[in-house]
Structure formats: structure tokens, C-alpha cells
């Protein structure tokens, strides 16, 4: 399968930040969305694609933007649209300053070029992704998400009491950090399981429901049941959810403990509101009781809570001043921002706090990031397209489904809503491997179960659904 392969590659391959390994993430991101567009073309023809014609041009929109920036334009037109471009182009290209030539908006268009091509090529795939999971479902593929994220939470569980720098036992990270698994940085690999980990819940969730509704209550039937495809897909998940868990707190991540904690609130607080009967309730809220107990208890209270008293709250761990930095940044560039994949290029000038201690290639908050690499140029169509996105989404919960889909859509929200949240505090989609997994869960998010089934949808409202 390609997506799974996107995926795969994407992620043991050191999360793709290097260009031996975002290159062919590129391509085969491109190769799984195509694959999955031209799969869905008879659904196309009879109107029933997962993507709206809404979010289909917001994202043609959203890389146009992108590519207006590449544009070269003279230092008068700079001058009109960026005036401390120029200032800051003079500083950073002596070929400008010297002859004062066309230039792109953005500063380093070499560097905005990589990032057009990737944003390209995971808005290909997250459209494949969409039609492939309403044609053919999407259990499988989370399945198979589920199965890598088993083998990168041992990768991380194996490496972590090693304490050794070097990833795999033999790659030593080009710029240092403090490896967790293939990520040199724990909050990225805490951000791949925030994203997978609810999906798991979801999936978990959908195959109870789904033998629930079907399977006698005799224990004998019950026990034919556990040799079920369905049981093993449950098993599958119930092992995932832990071990994936026991890796995320494992790192000792701030942002991706908590980013969990709300993930586990929020499938809670569904799958209690869900339940019919006190007894089906206090079950359902055990359980998640259960799993987080379980989850601290095994890496150690004391250290987990120990880690979040040495943040210094005082200055968000010394996150303000770059959110600081960054919002003077888009100030200064408010209209084109200085380029897509540039900001580690601006701080070289705008860095403005501990410049004798260390060099921030990161605003530590991707919001800001994208408002000083961009401008209104990209906030605008941006915005619109996280909010067709939220609309689209909301629709296809509202729509007729399953309990099954019901929960697997919960699950891909929960992930989405939890590795947004902490993008806050960090800049873990800018890892190519991530970002690809990111577009995947989104399109399980928007597709459509109608085409799963090839008729009319039965309707299942939401007593049925909190029946199971």
C-alpha cells in the first residue's frame, strides 16, 4: 500500500528532514494521493467525492499563495509590498545589495521551493487518502498506522534506557539534540503518537460497537467471536493504545502529555456521553481512568510530575520571547512575510533574545511561524481552508453513518485536535514525516462512508449510536 509506505518512510527514515529523505517522501505522497484520485474518478463523476469543490480550491488557493512569493519582482514593487524586505534582502543576499536586481518576496526562494513542493504533494495526498478511505474504508489503514506505531513506540521504549545520542545505534543527528526513537527531538515523536494513538481509541471503539450490535450474547459465541478478523483488529489496537501511550509519556514531553491528556478527556467525556445506562458509563469512564493510571504509573509519577515543575511557567519555558520575536517578525512583513521556510533565515537579523546563548531556528509555535513566513499572502487562504476543513468535517459527523464510522471519525477529530493543540508550543508539522502523517488523518476525517458501502446510507441516529 502506498500510503503506508508514505508513512512508513516518512517516519523511520529520521522523521524526513534531510533531503535524501523528503525528496522520495515528496514523491511517494504524490504517488499515494494520485493513485487514490484516479481511484475515485467514477465517484467524482456522480458528486460524490469526500473533498468539497470548497476545500479543493481553498488548497489550490493556499499553494498559489505560496507561489506568488517565488515571483521575481523589481526592488520597486518589493519596495511596495515589503518595504523592510528590501532592507532585509540587502542584508542577507550581497548579490541584491550589490545591484539591487529582481527578486523574489520571498528571502531564500530555494528554501520556499522545498516547502511549495512538500505542502503540494501532502494536499495530493491527503485527497487520495479521503477517496480511498470512502471507497474502500478506512479500518485497514489505520490498522496498518497502528502497526507501525507499535514498532516506533519499541524503537523509542528499546532506545530510551541506552541514554545514547546516536539514533538506531549508529546515526548521530547533524545538529545535535536529544533523540527519541528516529526523532531527534522527543515533542516530534510525542506529535506522530498524538496523531495515531486516538485513532487507535476510535478504531478500538468502532469494532466493540460493531460486535455489539451483531454478535449473541451466549459465551460460547462470544468465545467463536475472539477468532473474528474483528477480534484481532481489536487486540491489534488495545496493544497499540498502550504501548503507544507508555512511548508518548515515555518521553517526558510537556507538550505531548498534556496533548494527550486532552485527547483521553475528549474521547472520554464522547464514548461516556454515548453510553446508555449508569453502569455502561462508569464502565467507559474507568477505563480511561484505568489507561491513564496505568500509562504514568508505569514511567513514574514522581518523574513525570518532576518534569513539569522545572518548566519555568514564568515564560512558557522560555517560549515567550521567541513568540516575541516572531510577531515582530510579521509586523515588520505583514503583507508576503519574508518566505515560506524562511523564519530560520530571519532570525538570523530578528533574533532579539539570548542571541549570545543560542540561535532559535523556530518560533516554538507554528501559528506565528506561518504568520511571519507568509503574511496575510498565506494567513488568509489558510484560514480559510482550516475552517472549510472544520465545516466539511462537522458535516460528515451529522451525516447518516454507522456507529463504526462514527467512532473512527472521532478518533481522526481527537488526533487532529490534539497535535493542533500542540503546535502552540512547538513546530512538530514542519517534520516532513509528520506533516505527511497529519494529511492521512485528515483525509480519514473527511471521507465519506457512503461510497464504503456503494448504496444509500442507513441512518443511524444518535440514540443508535449511544446504544453501542
Not at 536586481?101 to 528571502?107: I, N, P, R, T, V
Not at 455502561?280 to 474507568?286: H, S, V
Not at 510577531?327 to 532579539?352: E, K, M, P, S, V
Not at 485536535?417 to 494529511?439: C, D, H, W
Request: charged content about 10%; hydrophobic content about 50%.
Amino acid at each position: 500500500m502506498l500510503t503506508a509506505t508514505t508513512i512508513a518512510w516518512g517516519t523511520f527514515a529520521f522523521g524526513a528532514v534531510y533531503p535524501w529523505a523528503f525528496w522520495p517522501l515528496a514523491v511517494l505522497a504524490l504517488a499515494a494521493g494520485l493513485a487514490g484520485v484516479v481511484a475515485a474518478f467514477p465517484g467524482r463523476r456522480e458528486g460524490m467525492t469526500p473533498i468539497s469543490k470548497g476545500l479543493a480550491w481553498s488548497m489550490v488557493a493556499l499553494v498559489s499563495a505560496t507561489l506568488v512569493q517565488l515571483i521575481p519582482v523589481s526592488p520597486k514593487i518589493l519596495r511596495a509590498f515589503n518595504p523592510h524586505g528590501v532592507e532585509l534582502l540587502r542584508q542577507w543576499d550581497l548579490a541584491f545589495a550589490r545591484d539591487s536586481g529582481s527578486h523574489a518576496l520571498s528571502m531564500a526562494p530555494s528554501a520556499t521551493w522545498v516547502a511549495v513542493v512538500l505542502l503540494a504533494s501532502f494536499s495530493v495526498l491527503l485527497v487520495g487518502t479521503a477517496n480511498l478511505a470512502s471507497m474502500t474504508g478506512p479500518r485497514r489503514l489505520i490498522g496498518t498506522l497502528t502497526f507501525i506505531g507499535i514498532v516506533l513506540a519499541l524503537v523509542g521504549i528499546i532506545q530510551k534506557p541506552l541514554s545514547t545520542l546516536r539514533i538506531y545505534g549508529f546515526w548521530t543527528p547533524q545538529e545535535g539534540g536529544n533523540p527519541f526513537g528516529p526523532f531527534v527531538n522527543p515533542n516530534h515523536f510525542a506529535a506522530w503518537m498524538l496523531m495515531v494513538l486516538p485513532l487507535a481509541l476510535g478504531y478500538a471503539f468502532g469494532v466493540v460497537a460493531r460486535a455489539g450490535r451483531g454478535a449473541p450474547g451466549a459465551w460460547r459465541d462470544r468465545a467463536v467471536w475472539l477468532a473474528t478478523r474483528d477480534a484481532n483488529r481489536l487486540i491489534l489496537a488495545a496493544m497499540g493504545i498502550v504501548i503507544m501511550g507508555l512511548a508518548l509519556v515515555l518521553t517526558l514531553s510537556r507538550s505531548g502529555i498534556s496533548a494527550l491528556a486532552v485527547a483521553l478527556l475528549v474521547m472520554a467525556w464522547t464514548a461516556v456521553r454515548n453510553q446508555q445506562g449508569r453502569a455502561r458509563k462508569l464502565l467507559t469512564a474507568g477505563y480511561f481512568v484505568l489507561l491513564a493510571t496505568m500509562l504514568v504509573g508505569w514511567v513514574g509519577a514522581d518523574l513525570v510530575l518532576n518534569r513539569f515543575r522545572q518548566a519555568d511557567w514564568g515564560s512558557l519555558n522560555g517560549r515567550g520571547h521567541l513568540w516575541v520575536d516572531a510577531c515582530d517578525t510579521f509586523l515588520r512583513h505583514w503583507l508576503t512575510g519574508t518566505g515560506l521556510n524562511t523564519y530560520q533565515f530571519a532570525q538570523i537579523f530578528y533574533q532579539t533574545h539570548n542571541i549570545a546563548v543560542s540561535y532559535e531556528s523556530s518560533a516554538h509555535n507554528d501559528y506565528l511561524q506561518i504568520a511571519a513566513e507568509g503574511g496575510l499572502l498565506l494567513i488568509i487562504p489558510a484560514t480559510i481552508c482550516i475552517a472549510i476543513v472544520v465545516r466539511d468535517i462537522y458535516q460528515r459527523l451529522q451525516e447518516d453513518e454507522s456507529p463504526s464510522d462514527y467512532w473512527v471519525r472521532t478518533g481522526a477529530v481527537t488526533a487532529l485536535v490534539a497535535v493542533m493543540l500542540q503546535e502552540t508550543v512547538e513546530f512538530s508539522l514542519q517534520i516532513p514525516g509528520n506533516a505527511a502523517l497529519f494529511a492521512v488523518v485528515c483525509g480519514i476525517a473527511l471521507h465519506r462512508p457512503q461510497l464504503t458501502r456503494g448504496s444509500p446510507p442507513h441512518r443511524v441516529g444518535n440514540s443508535s449510536v449511544a446504544g453501542h
